[in-house]
């Protein structure tokens, strides 16, 4: 077995990689994550999406919300409450021990790359994970007259606003993160992880290297449809395609990604979308998506390493 | 009543403090701060003199340990050990808040004394406190052959080894914080709080321009001894002061002073120490001086006032 490159959003994703790394042997594994969504708060560097991953494959992720540590408590935040701060991002103290650790390395002049591969070491991560760039990529959210940064989009506000557009700031000058370029071209399969397209794909996408390099690929480039009977199964992706307009269907995924995309994993509610997918030149597997368990997750991706 | 200047270490000065901002409007205190223990952990700035000063008169310090956030968590802590680092000084969730908001503030650009300003307001603390100097000194440890970092003795080897010398690395370039020597200058009455005079108070003199301006103010100057029967009360200040060749009493503490005392407040135990200590030139006032109560603090804090 060759290589293994993903393409990571968040909770979706990291409930596929942890059975991708059951199935197949975690050091084949190279990951490419999302930092569209990155920010600064406190003076800390957090990366949503890198933790997500990050704390899922080391099994302390907390399982009933999908990001954050298992068991964690949140006793720095409410005393920088009463010190006067904002607190609606949710650091726990557990949690804050990464983010400080990760700024550290940042501030010693290290790379994300870097931060994360040290982070991912500590933790006993043995898959690869590589943030999409080392430079400053960040999503903004356009509704209307109004300009969001991710963050206060998805948590702040809670998604409530209508997506008009979707801006990938600094995308133009961002040069992929060292190893990505390397890893898509001697991938053998690559998988698009059932992660939100256009807030958590679409970033990664966003810087055009990555984007023309998947399309000359030889890899077998296979994704995972994260919208099922027309609803996201977490998070606003199904509001977002459609006000984007795009048909907030599997086959709207497929349709999303046709430039590069040999095959899509689809759900069994999805069935009658197969001949559509098909007629985009996507070939198309059909099975049940959905991921509670581990044992959900290493059957899936089982089917997402067999899929031709 | 005028401006009254506090020099102040850690625990014994902050139950000094405490008493003083009920006794005199907080607003005309203003409080030196040791910065000689100041170090960095995880890249974080820690003041562990300046933060027991804060928790106390902000009412949130751990009153049985003297220094720490009450009812503290260790979450984070706990997780950076995990990570693989080193875990011997204990900071807590709610604690490091504190170290995280201070070091953004500097990060910024803006100095310890700002950083402390903002900390203080943010708390509510109604007196000025101020760090001896933005620049930085450093407290050092020889043991013999051994040369430690000032918490490396006094947290991770529990103040174990002989002192043999201690070393005030950058005190001779070091200025004194904007306002002190003004504050020195024009305070009616200086008062050098019961902390360890060799690792608390010795910092700030080492600075040449504070000792300069204490000797020359007009101000009375009055101390309590942290030395009661010939023990500290807290902390390795007896053992330190026999192993530099002083004497380990009320008495030394007044001859350690003695180019600017003018006053000292000593223990009833140390009663027969009166005659001695005014061959220094030095008067004495006798008073129970143990703080265990808020109500101790207040009436230690009276007598500091009022002895002439």
Redesign the interface.
Known sequence: MGLIFALAGGVGAARLLRGLVQVIPPEDLVIVGNTGDDFEV???HISPDLDIVMYTLAGIVDEAKGWG?SG??F??????GK???ETWFKL???????H??R??IL??GMTLSQATAE?CK??GIKARLVPMSNDPVRTKIVSGKLRLEFQEYFVKRGTKDEVTDVLFEGAEKAKPAPGILEAIKEAERVVICPSNPILSIAPILSISMIRDQLRNTDAYVIGVSPIVGGKAIKGPADRIMTSMGLEASAYGVAKYYEDFLDHLVIDKADEHQKDRIKELGVKVTITDTRMKSLEDSIRLARVVMKAQ
Not at 75 to 80: G, I, K
Not at 92 to 98: P, Q, S
């Open positions: 406190y003076g800390l540590v964690d408590t006793n720095c935040l409410d005393m920088l010190l006067g701060f726990g103290d557990r949690d804050l021990a990464i400080i650790v700024t550290k501030e010693e982070l500590m933790l």
